[in-house]
């Protein structure tokens, strides 16, 4: 984390993540059209949807490569995960699409990662890994809770170190490193 005294620009504000691949992202981005019109609220642009592994906040830009060697240490596993259940957070007003069945590897690399970051020192989340995909802020009135159907199969192949770069039209997710499973 950046300290007080570490100016803006020399820090960037980076998060661990996975990014869909096109059909996910459009049948995510569908998902919330649907939500959006019960429940009002902000929706996530299609290019910015995706799953947040690990939120680091604001790191001082020559201690990125400390990020990068956690991700090089990662042996990066193919899976599914399947999103089947729509839910929002009241004290934040979040809708998100998320799972009953964490898959195992995902919980693995969570926790692999998680585990690397303390290790060079970088905070970590304490709260349990709750997997979601965010579609809607400032939501609006009763939030959905209920079963995607069809749910959708996320094929995961990847993840990737992204800097959030804010600019006059919300936030821009830039990846600085992706790791592909082979
Ligand atoms: P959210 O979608 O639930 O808001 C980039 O900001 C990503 O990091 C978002 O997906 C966001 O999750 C997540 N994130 C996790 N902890 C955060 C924090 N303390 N501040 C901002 N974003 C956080």
Redesign the pocket.
């Known amino acids: 984390m950046a300290s007080p005294d570490t100016p803006r620009e020399s820090a960037a504000r980076v ?1 661990f ?1 996975l990014w869909p691949d096109e059909a996910t992202a459009r049948s995510l981005f569908r998902l919330s059209a649907e939500a959006h019109a019960a429940c009002k609220g902000r929706r996530m642009r299609r290019d910015t949807i ?1 799953l ?1 592994l690990a ?1 680091i ?1 604001d790191v001082a830009h020559e201690r990125l490569p400390q990020l990068m060697a956690v991700g090089d240490r990662v042996v990066p596993a193919a899976f599914t995960l399947r999103l089947d259940r729509i839910a929002g957070w009241r004290h ?1 007003r ?1 809708v ?1 699409a998320g799972t009953d069945s964490t898959p195992e590897p995902l919980t693995g690399l969570v926790e692999y990662l998680n585990a690397a970051l303390a290790e060079a020192g970088f905070p970590v ?1 304490q709260r349990k890994f709750a997997p ?1 995909v ?1 579609l809607l802020r400032k939501a609006e009135g009763e939030l959905p809770r209920g079963e995607i159907a069809p749910p959708i199969d996320w094929q995961v192949r990847s993840f990737s170190l992204m800097e ?1 770069v804010r600019s006059h039209e919300g ?1 821009q997710y830039v990846p600085l490193r992706t790791w592909i499973a082979t």
């Open positions: 998060f993540a995706h947040t939120f906040g934040n979040i998100w989340e979601h965010t959030s936030a």
